[in-house]
């Protein structure tokens, strides 16, 4: 069965706390770079005391020796999984995995969700591009490079899934049918990415902006259930 992970997109370590106090214990949460910079390594070593599984999600993508560091350092916080960006190339992939030493596991982000074809083309400089093969070539690379799974939408994971084999999927960008989209493009319902094979689904505004965020919770766990 999938993982669902909450993506604590809060902006301070007291609104993420009263969040996580409305959700049940030790549910498997994300932080991602605004929480990291804000609330610092002591909140992310509290997370991880607690119980919670902690996806870190900073998007490494820099010199191989600095990739390696930051691992390690996640690593020592305890972390479960962090991202790095397979665009980062071969070099800084391998560093990464070398640093992680089993004790975490690394996936690359390939295509971010926020991204059409147009704004894809244009940051990489290329007239027509088509995300599912970009997706793939990426994905490739980085597993080619031993990480232990990539992140893509939904749209690519059918195709992605005989590549990746038995590692991660990590899949953003879920949505109820009737959830906005916010500034993500390619979105899916949790029950749409798990029959296409995805492993971790992340959600956030939907369950961290809601009314009754344990209720919304809860209507994703039993919509995972039921894939």
């Not at 990464?96 to 147009?118: E, F, N, P, Q, Y």
């Not at 369950?207 to 209507?219: H, S």
Request: charged share 20%.
């Amino acid at each position: 069965m999938a993982e669902l992970i909450v993506a604590l997109d809060s902006p301070d370590a007291p609104s993420a706390i009263a969040l996580l106090d409305q959700l049940p214990d030790a549910c498997a949460v994300k932080v991602g770079s605004v929480l990291l910079t804000r609330a610092g390594a002591g909140f992310v070593r509290g997370l991880t005391a607690g119980g919670h599984p902690v996806f870190l999600d900073p998007k490494w993508h820099d010199i191989p020796n600095t990739v390696a560091g930051a691992v390690n350092a996640a690593a020592e916080l305890g972390v479960e999984m962090v991202t790095v960006h397979a665009a980062g190339g071969d070099a800084m992939l391998r560093a990464a995995v070398a640093a992680a030493a089993k004790r975490i596991k690394i996936v690359a982000v390939t295509v971010l969700t926020s991204h059409d074809a147009g704004s894809y083309a244009a940051v990489t400089g290329r007239e027509r591009i088509e995300l599912g093969d970009e997706v793939m070539r990426l994905a490739e690379l980085a597993l080619g490079a031993g990480v232990d799974g990539i992140v893509c939408s939904a749209d690519e994971v059918a195709r992605v899934r005989p590549l990746v084999g038995d590692r991660r999927i990590v899949v953003p960008g879920i949505r109820r049918a009737a959830d906005l989209l916010g500034d993500q493009r390619r979105v899916a319902t949790p029950e749409a990415a798990v029959a296409a094979g995805a492993t971790h689904l992340v959600v956030g505004r939907p369950i961290t902006e809601a009314a009754d965020p344990a209720a919304a919770y809860a209507e994703f766990i039993a919509a995972v259930h039921r894939s």
